[in-house]
């Protein structure tokens, strides 16, 4: 393989792609050896988009907090520690994978969600990207199927050889998803890089009030998501 892309298939202290937890599922979803690269990338990506809960009120200025073994213990993260969990399912299998990273707009948000944070847009989304075929392909594992049906947006899907990115309109026409701004491509999940990022986007009270919050529960969740209204957007023109 390409000297270039071995690190991509490294572990590292947040992707522990060699971490027996990691490997074991690895090989339950994929099987041992892999038959086939982009079917078995296909198959973890189902796997973590359906089998991790999406959960935007955790812990989140810790490498341990977004762990891959962590993630696959817990079974809920919001969408970096489910692209990193995938990065490092991807990596057990052999399969070079990295993180890459988006403002976006909208999200897949409630009213009380977009109130907590005081701003629509989500800073430093995160997606995987497999190595796949000669090419980087991006994947969104983000949002389990049953909570885009509730959000009225259709589960996204990935074949392994197509960028999988939010559409930008709902079910009902109405405006769901917009990128904003790119922020590059990692072969490791850039905690101080977000909590700074965080920290200049949503405000240094802000994000220190939700850091003293975690400290003081434990880092057990701040609120129920899965209970929250789904955000109504404006309808698209036309």
């Given at each position: 393989?390409?000297?270039?892309?071995?690190?991509?298939?490294?572990?590292?202290?947040?992707?522990?792609?060699?971490?027996?937890?990691?490997?074991?599922k690895?090989?339950?979803?994929?099987?041992?050896?892999p038959?086939?690269?982009?079917?078995?990338?296909?198959?973890l990506?189902?796997?973590?988009?359906?089998?991790?809960?999406?959960?935007?009120?955790?812990?989140?200025?810790?490498?341990?907090?977004?762990r891959?073994?962590?993630?696959?213990?817990?079974?809920?993260?919001?969408?970096?520690?489910?692209?990193?969990?995938l990065?490092?399912?991807?990596?057990?299998?052999?399969?070079?994978?990295?993180?890459a990273?988006?403002?976006?707009?909208?999200?897949?948000?409630?009213?009380?969600?977009?109130?907590?944070?005081?701003?629509d847009?989500?800073?430093?989304?995160?997606?995987?990207?497999?190595?796949?075929?000669?090419?980087?392909v991006k994947?969104?594992?983000?949002?389990?199927?049953?909570?885009?049906?509730?959000?009225?947006?259709?589960?996204?899907?990935?074949?392994?050889?197509?960028?999988?990115?939010?559409?930008?309109?709902?079910?009902?026409?109405?405006?769901?998803?917009?990128?904003v701004?790119?922020?590059?491509?990692f072969?490791?999940?850039?905690?101080?890089?977000?909590?700074?990022?965080?920290?200049?986007?949503?405000g240094?009270?802000?994000?220190?009030?939700?850091?003293e919050?975690?400290?003081?529960?434990?880092?057990?969740?701040?609120?129920?998501?899965?209970?929250?209204d789904?955000?109504?957007?404006t309808?698209c023109?036309?």
């Open positions: 393989m390409d000297d270039k892309l071995s690190r991509y298939l490294d572990p590292t202290a947040v992707i522990d792609c060699g971490h027996a937890a990691v490997e074991a690895a090989r339950e979803v994929a099987g041992r050896p038959d086939d690269p982009v079917a078995t990338a296909v198959r990506y189902q796997a973590v988009r359906d089998g991790i809960w999406y959960d935007p009120y955790l812990p989140f200025y810790r490498a341990e907090h977004y891959a073994s962590r993630v696959l213990e817990q079974g809920r993260a919001f969408c970096i520690g489910k692209a990193g969990l990065c490092a399912l991807s990596r057990a299998c052999g399969i070079p994978a990295r993180l990273f988006a403002d976006v707009r909208n999200h897949l948000a409630t009213r009380q969600l977009i109130e907590f944070m005081g701003s847009v989500f800073v430093f989304h995160g997606v995987t990207e497999f190595f796949l075929e000669g090419r980087w994947a969104t594992p983000a949002f389990n199927a049953a909570l885009c049906r509730r959000h009225g947006v259709a589960p996204l899907d990935f074949n392994g050889r197509e960028d999988s990115l939010f559409q930008s309109f709902n079910s009902q026409g109405r405006q769901f998803m917009e990128y701004r790119e922020r590059g491509s072969d490791d999940i850039p905690v101080e890089q977000i909590v700074a990022a965080w920290r200049e986007a949503y240094v009270e802000r994000v220190d009030r939700w850091i919050r975690f400290e003081a529960s434990g880092g057990a969740p701040v609120r129920d998501f899965s209970s929250e789904p955000l109504s957007s309808p023109a036309g």
